[in-house]
């Protein structure tokens, strides 16, 4: 496994759809950061591939998405996390 780190900006929020796995702006982040062999989806803990992976979100990752699934966009900032792929 390697750590990667996933900047989310503040265009992947303004882009970033609330309640959305496939619109969270950190899923944004991931397809675009991410090899493009593979495309990418969170739910509140975990970003899958749509090859069959699973990667646990970081805490920061998972209170980011809480806030901004319950909240919208004005309550988050961009922030970076490390992912481990």
Known sequence: MKKVK????????DKGKESSCLKCPITLALNIQLPKKRKW????DAAHSTKGSEYKLPRSAQR???KF?????VVVKP???YLHV
């Open 69 to 73: 699934d319950v909240y919208g966009r």
């Open 41 to 44: 989806f969170v739910t509140s």
């Open 79 to 81: 922030f970076n996390f």
């Open 6 to 13: 996933i900047k989310v900006t503040q265009d992947h929020i």
């Open 64 to 66: 980011f998405i809480e």
